[in-house]
């Protein structure tokens, strides 16, 4: 059986317990490998083998010395883009068709433009009268903030990991990472990588386990960890900002989302189609900008509906290799449970079940899967739990709506501030809603259009902070102003 081991200090370790736990892939319901719990052993020596790193080579490098080490892993994960993609698509069971687009492309992509950002930012300076006429000059300076944690969750492993790892390393940081317990595998194949990029050890560190009690735990709690950068469940991000209050460290945190998806009847049906059977459907539901609640201008209601069923009941179950396969299972066993209960709850609401609502009948080969239907409701008030609460899931609720400002309330009226969609051909109308949109990013006729220099994340319950360009640069920097008095 494939062993999945800790990366601390440029190797490959076992826990010391020989704690493992299964990993099941999501298609066949199969064992495929046995990965390592780390205790608070292993995450300690993680960590301090990420503090040692700081003050060794990888401290001492020039930033241009730092940026072509990272340009050597981007081009490293091309270079090994087929194991990372079977990696990545054995552990979440999502399309090869997918992941070979989005997923191992912005693995790389996330190296190369953070090194570009370091490279390129400029810091601010500040002329100042003097009593004795002679001035001073303030400037900022940038220092790293030390051994970053970084948290993540399983439905972008590679993508959002590196999302976080990228920016902190371009900063002379250090990073201890803890990847889903769901989605081992890229995360330690990425250790490889960094030695054959020539990465000095302990820069970058991989520890497995769960969550409270766990490996998440040991490493939030740590007290030489200076800051946390967190991506996963809004519940999971109140836990961790309790951990991080211990030392007060700073957090970045990128969390849940309830996203709307506004139909205008100005718009162009064919692309809002296609776009939100994209932002509902898309990694089988399983991201966060993904659309939840679609809400259609009523004169475009009915053929809308129709039209998203007629598109969602077309999508291709199967096997994740098969290039015509674009709906993969769900994560895991545990997931699908949820994500049927919310099915059911549909249902004793009082929604009329348009497309799925059930598990698919599939072969053989993937009967063990966890597989569910592609799903869509209608008929629900805005306040019912299916239309509140995020489910994470192939699925989504459509309702219609009258007037302008009546659809901007009822899509602000969430605890959650992550995405939105707007779907309309009037450009003032565009630029109104989506002036009004509580959402950290607005998209007006797409979805998912991602240009990594733009600041990222969410407001409300969606988040803290924002990453993304210069964004990330100061979450992943220590800010220093000099102040000289000439
Ligand atoms: P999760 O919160 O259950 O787990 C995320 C990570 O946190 C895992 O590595 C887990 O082991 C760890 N963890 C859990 N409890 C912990 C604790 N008490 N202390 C430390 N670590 C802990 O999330 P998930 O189920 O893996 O991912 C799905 C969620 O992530 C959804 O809510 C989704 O919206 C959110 N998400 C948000 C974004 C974004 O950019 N805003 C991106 C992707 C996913
Ligand atoms: O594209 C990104 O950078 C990003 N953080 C995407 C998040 C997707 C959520 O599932």
């Excluded at 693995?107 to 090194?115: D, H, V």
């Excluded at 100005?266 to 939100?276: M, P, R």
């Amino acid at each position: 059986m494939r062993q999945v081991r800790h990366f601390i200090d440029a190797e490959y370790v076992d826990s010391a317990s020989g704690t493992t736990f299964d990993k099941v892939a999501p298609a066949t319901g199969a064992v495929v490998a046995h990965v390592h719990e780390a205790g608070r052993d292993e995450v300690d020596r993680a960590v301090r083998s990420a503090r040692r790193a700081l003050g060794g080579e990888w401290g001492q490098l020039s930033l241009e010395q730092r940026c072509e080490c990272l340009y050597r892993v981007a081009h490293g994960i091309n270079a090994r883009f087929d194991e990372f993609l079977a990696a990545e698509c054995e552990d979440t069971g999502k399309p090869y068709s997918l992941a070979r687009h989005i997923d191992i492309p912005r693995g790389a992509a996330n190296f190369k433009i953070f090194a570009d950002t370091v490279r390129t930012v400029a810091s601010k300076s500040f002329e100042m009268a003097t009593p004795d006429g002679a001035g001073a000059l303030n400037y900022a300076v940038h220092v790293p903030k030390g051994v970053i944690a970084v948290v993540c969750p399983w439905n972008l492993p590679l993508l959002l990991m590196t999302w976080k790892v990228g920016p902190a390393l371009a900063c002379g940081n250090t990073v201890v990472v803890k990847p889903s317990e769901e989605t081992p595998s890229t995360a330690t194949l990425l250790g490889e990588v960094m030695n054959e990029a020539g990465v000095p050890p302990g820069v970058y560190n991989v520890v497995h386990g769960f969550g409270p009690d766990s490996a998440g735990a040991f490493l939030t709690e740590h007290p030489d960890v200076d800051a946390i950068t967190f991506t996963g469940e809004t519940g999971t991000g109140e836990a961790i900002m309790r951990a991080a209050s211990t030392g007060v460290r700073d957090v970045s945190f990128e969390l849940g989302g309830k996203n709307p998806g506004i139909v205008f009847a100005d718009c162009d049906l064919d692309k809002a189609i296609e776009g939100t059977l994209r932002s509902v459907f898309a990694n089988c539901g399983q991201v966060c900008l993904g659309t939840e609640r679609v809400l259609v201008q009523r004169a475009l209601f009915e053929e809308f509906v129709e039209r998203l069923r007629a598109g969602a009941v077309d999508l291709k179950m199967g096997r994740p290799e098969d290039e015509t396969t674009n709906l993969g299972p769900l994560v895991s066993e545990t997931h699908r449970n949820k994500v049927r209960s919310y099915y059911e709850l549909a249902v004793s609401e009082g929604a009329t079940v348009v497309a799925g609502g059930g598990v698919p009948d599939m072969s053989d080969e993937l009967s063990g899967g966890s597989w569910i239907e592609p799903t869509i409701w209608t008929g629900l008030p805005d306040d019912a739990r299916v239309v509140t609460e995020e489910i994470f899931g192939p699925c989504c609720h459509v309702a219609p709506f009258d007037e302008e400002d009546e659809v901007i309330a009822r899509a602000n009226d969430t605890n959650y501030g992550l995405a939105a969609a707007i779907w309309t051909e009037n450009v003032s109308r565009a630029h109104r809603v989506a002036g009004k949109m509580q959402a950290g990013i607005t998209w007006v006729n797409s979805w998912f259009l991602r240009d990594l220099r733009t600041p990222f994340g969410g407001m409300k319950q969606s988040g803290i902070g924002r990453e993304g360009g210069e964004s990330s640069l100061e979450f992943y920097t220590e800010t220093k102003n000099i102040c000289i008095k000439l």
